[in-house]
């Protein structure tokens, strides 16, 4: 079975500030990983996405990833928090059939001016 | 980018009625499509897998009878909440797997059902 932890409910950074988002994530099988994030009262948006290739992975908005095995994380992080990154970030884990995906629990991010 | 859409954005239906909530892959194909629920300030739960042209797989703990799926062609499924109480309100998002590459999926932006 899948699995995906996100570490604090909330997190909370000042503008300019390194973001780090943690995700922890368990699978039997090679698994593919995702970061969404979800503006108020809107659908998910994708942000990056882990296949099997490189292990650091970049996305949009100047966010990116790194896989690590040995930890089984997938923490997000962008150097420099913008006002606009304010939002919920999704972390998910899919197998390599794609047919469920598993959503963590999300993490509100709150950047401060 | 794959475009999912969903209608309506917003809906207040009365105690007892039928609400249809329509979700289309706009610019693909999507032979399969999600259904999540949503509530205040948590993650997403999945109601059920729609693939076209067979009966919708739901979760286990959602009522098929309840949440009716249809996903009769290749850009269009269909939740239709019948009978719907006030603990039906809730946020029902639909996604849409994209066939080829990774098997990611592109969301809708989501339908606001509040029951009065």
């Known amino acids: 079975a899948q699995s995906v932890t996100q570490l604090g409910s909330h997190v909370s950074v000042s503008e300019g500030a390194l973001v780090l988002l943690r995700c922890n994530y368990s699978?039997?099988?090679?698994?593919?990983l995702f970061w969404y994030v979800q503006y108020p009262n809107q659908g998910l948006q994708l942000l990056l996405k882990?296949?099997?290739?490189?292990?650091l992975v970049k996305g949009i908005n100047g966010f990116e990833a790194e896989f690590k095995k040995s930890e089984t994380s997938f923490h997000l992080t962008k150097p420099s928090a913008h006002m606009s990154d304010a939002a919920e970030y999704f972390c998910?884990?899919?197998?390599?059939?794609?047919?469920?995906?598993?959503f963590g629990a999300g993490t509100r991010l709150f950047v401060k001016a | 980018g794959a475009v999912v859409s969903q209608h309506p954005s917003r809906v207040i239906c009365k105690s007892g009625t039928s609400v249809k909530i329509e979700c289309r892959s706009l610019?693909?194909?999507?032979?399969?499509m999600f259904w999540y629920r949503q509530f205040p300030k948590q993650s997403l739960m999945l109601m059920a897998t729609?693939?076209?042209?067979?009966?919708?797989?739901?979760e286990q703990g959602v009522e098929k009878d309840k949440f009716l799926i249809n996903h009769a062609s290749l850009t269009l499924s269909t939740l239709t909440v019948t009978s719907a109480h006030p603990e039906d309100s809730s946020f029902y998002i639909c996604?849409?797997?994209?066939?080829?590459?990774?098997?990611?999926?592109?969301f809708g932006p989501g339908t606001r059902l509040t029951v009065t």
């Open positions: 998910a884990v899919s197998d390599t059939g794609g047919f469920k995906t598993i």
């Open positions: 729609s693939n076209e042209g067979s009966k919708a797989t739901y």
């Open positions: 882990y296949t099997s290739a490189a292990t």
């Open positions: 699978s039997s099988v090679p698994p593919y």
């Open positions: 610019d693909f194909q999507a032979t399969t």
């Open positions: 996604s849409a797997r994209v066939p080829s590459g990774v098997y990611e999926q592109y």
